[in-house]
């Protein structure tokens, strides 16, 4: 993209947002909420395209946004712990309630064909203001389940509007795919509403309808009761949820006949490509192929992915949440195609030390985590996992660019995508799956090439791998469900997918569990964690600082139980795996009201017809 077509967008999309910062104050406070004249703004295709604009950037987060969703889920081990998984969470905690960005989105929807243009532009362009209004409204519906559906601007004198009861959980999915379903029908497929992956555009509508209607249509399987409600599904309810699985079905088919995109390949770059697609500061232009939606920045400009480094937010003291959790780890396959985890007697392999449990694994584990023998500056600089910012020693690679030149300017500018072609194929086999479809000829088209590009065998399941059965609480055996899990967990690590993953799966428990690390054979002994044959970690149930060492301080005094410094320790005392943040006194549960957020007790007095979630 050439640097002045850049800079217009940008400044467009600057002054979009300034606009939206005018229109979305709280319309309740504001004499008059329609003072910006619609008729003096909305005239043609650019005005449309710069409000447009300013919903995108409304919408698109930056990159510790966007990581920090998973940071709670089962595949992170947070160094603490998060007041919703303990049961000390109440009602009075939840603050959020926000309505305003509707407002800026319905705006646009009741006055954006004022402008003058041809049908076809303006049906493209209310395509992409129903998009956002389906953005939203997926994000209240995962937060809170039953929300009141609003398709206009309120008058703030409507007392009425403003104070009415909730609509049911079926209600809104239904409006949230009929919004979809317009955009996927209207938004333009043409190449100018590709120049930019950022960009609104049929295939990002088509991709968001994937990723919405797998998650409700799992969400109705694995989940016996409306959580809002309390009470079990209708049968129309419950029925509706294979509808959404084959519209899922539906969306990623007309992505994949398309063959606008694919899987970027190079057999001699398996090593290193997966990991490239999160590095590149010109990503945006060299993964076309396979990004579908994404955010673009420009070291030029100034438009940095976060407000500081990622590189510095991996590894800075104050920071110190981004840790694998050895579980997860656990299902990453060898390369053979087979369980690493089938190698071992028992449970046997949570003793394997870190250098051998890296070795001939799926090329995604050490272009996702720290592992003998990385390194940075060209090959220079060899860096070791830091036991004082990630405390499982698992310690992630994925954002994390090779130039140390980032940390000391405090600034990352590598673009990000927020939707791959990856998660078309998941979806699409994980439907299929799902209503029993999945066969190997759906296999061969979706996991397949995705494991191949790993370097890893493909094999077609036919048997249960009885780790992922414990994974999953024993509660999938189905082997081609499993296997597609493991392939999601795998791929998508740290991409903002896998918290709703598990509240759509009925997985709510998998996040309370202590979270594991790597195995330690001794405390106070010298570790050499990147293989150069230099000691770089220590595990210590002393307070110390060792010369040139990282040092993981844990609890244990010889037998006896001491849980008020760290809250780390080791699974057998002085050896062992570590064991997370969690304390052995702590006992938490995770009942169903979890599913759905408690709506502020501030909203539902000031509006009693609201009424509060089941349980809350």
Same mark, same amino acid.
């Given at each position: !993209?050439?640097?002045?077509? !850049?800079?217009?967008?940008?400044?467009?999309?600057?002054?979009?947002?300034?606009?939206?910062?005018?229109?979305?104050?709280?319309?309740?406070?504001?004499?008059?909420?329609?003072?910006?004249?619609?008729?003096?703004?909305?005239?043609?295709?650019?005005?449309l395209e710069l409000y447009a604009n300013g919903l995108i950037r409304s919408y698109l987060p930056d990159m510790l946004d966007f990581i920090n969703i998973d940071r709670y889920s089962d595949t992170q081990a947070w160094d603490g712990e998060l007041l919703y998984n303990t049961d000390r969470f109440s009602v009075a905690d939840q603050t959020s309630w926000s309505w305003t960005q509707l407002r800026t989105i319905n705006y646009y929807l009741e006055n954006m064909r004022k402008a003058?243009?041809?049908?076809?532009?303006?049906?493209?362009?209310e395509g992409i203001g129903r998009f956002f209004r389906a953005?939203?409204?997926?994000?209240?519906?995962?937060?809170?389940?039953?929300?009141?559906?609003?398709?206009?601007?309120?008058?703030?004198?409507?007392?009425?509007?403003l104070y009415r009861q909730r609509d049911a959980r079926s209600f809104i999915a239904s409006k949230i795919l009929e919004d979809l379903n317009y955009a996927c029908d209207n938004c333009s497929a043409d190449a100018k509403y590709r120049v930019r992956s950022t960009l609104v555009n049929k295939y990002v509508a088509l991709a968001m309808k994937a990723r919405f209607c797998l998650f409700e249509g799992t969400y109705r399987k694995y989940h016996t009761n409306d959580p809002s409600t309390g009470k079990a599904w209708t049968s129309a309810e419950k029925s509706e949820g294979t509808m959404y699985l084959n519209e899922c079905i539906k969306a990623c088919e007309a992505i994949m006949n398309s063959k606008v995109y694919s899987l970027i390949d190079d057999a001699s770059k398996r090593q290193t490509q997966y990991r490239g697609m999160f590095i590149d500061k010109d990503g945006c232009s060299v993964f076309t192929k396979e990004w579908i939606w994404a955010v673009d920045c420009d070291e030029n400009l100034g438009v940095r992915n976060a407000n500081y480094s990622i590189n510095d937010y991996m590894k800075n003291a104050q920071h110190a949440q981004y840790a694998f959790n050895r579980d997860f780890v656990m299902t990453y396959l060898k390369l053979d195609g087979t369980p690493f985890t089938s190698d071992y007697q028992g449970t046997s392999y949570y003793n394997v030390p870190f250098a051998e449990e890296m070795q001939g694994r799926d090329y995604r584990l050490t272009q996702t985590m720290k592992y003998p023998g990385f390194t940075r500056d060209g090959g220079k600089m060899h860096v070791a996992p830091d036991f004082t910012y990630s405390k499982t020693g698992y310690q992630p690679i994925k954002y994390l660019t090779d130039y140390i030149k980032d940390e000391i300017n405090d600034a990352t500018f590598s673009d990000f995508p927020l939707i791959r072609y990856a998660e078309i194929l998941l979806d699409y086999a994980e439907a299929k799956a799902e209503l029993g479809q999945c066969t190997a000829a759906v296999w061969d088209q979706t996991i397949k090439p995705l494991r191949e590009r790993s370097g890893v065998k493909s094999i077609f399941p036919t048997v249960a791998d009885p780790y992922m059965v414990k994974y999953f609480n024993?509660?999938?055996?189905?082997?081609?469900?499993?296997?597609?899990? /493991?392939? /999601?967990?795998?791929?998508?690590?740290?991409?903002?997918? /896998?918290?709703?993953?598990?509240? /759509?799966?009925?997985m709510g428990d998998l996040l309370i569990k202590t979270k594991t690390g790597m195995y330690i054979p001794a405390i106070e002994v010298d570790l050499d964690l990147d293989g150069d044959g230099k000691a770089d970690n220590i595990v210590s149930n002393k307070l110390k600082e060792k010369s040139g060492m990282y040092v993981l301080q844990i609890d244990w005094d010889g037998g006896n139980a001491n849980f008020s410094g760290a809250g780390h320790r080791l699974s057998e005392g002085d050896h062992g795996y570590i064991l997370g943040y969690k304390k052995l006194s702590d006992s938490y549960t995770w009942p169903e009201k979890k599913y759905v957020r408690p709506i502020p007790t501030s909203d539902v007095t000031l509006n009693p017809d609201l009424t509060q979630n089941a349980g809350w």
């Open positions: !993209m050439e640097d002045m077509t !850049m800079k217009k967008y940008i400044a467009m999309a600057i002054m979009a947002a300034s606009l939206l910062a005018v229109s979305c104050q709280d319309f309740l406070n504001k004499e008059n909420p329609n003072a910006i004249e619609s008729e003096h703004f909305f005239t043609n295709e650019t005005s003058q243009a041809d049908e076809a532009t303006l049906n493209h362009y953005m939203f409204y997926i994000d209240k519906l995962q937060t809170y389940g039953a929300v009141p559906w609003y398709d206009h601007v309120i008058d703030p004198s409507d007392h009425d509007e024993n509660t999938i055996t189905d082997p081609i469900i499993l296997e597609i899990r /493991r392939e /999601r967990g795998v791929e998508f690590a740290m991409e903002g997918l /896998r918290y709703q993953d598990d509240m /759509r799966w009925h």
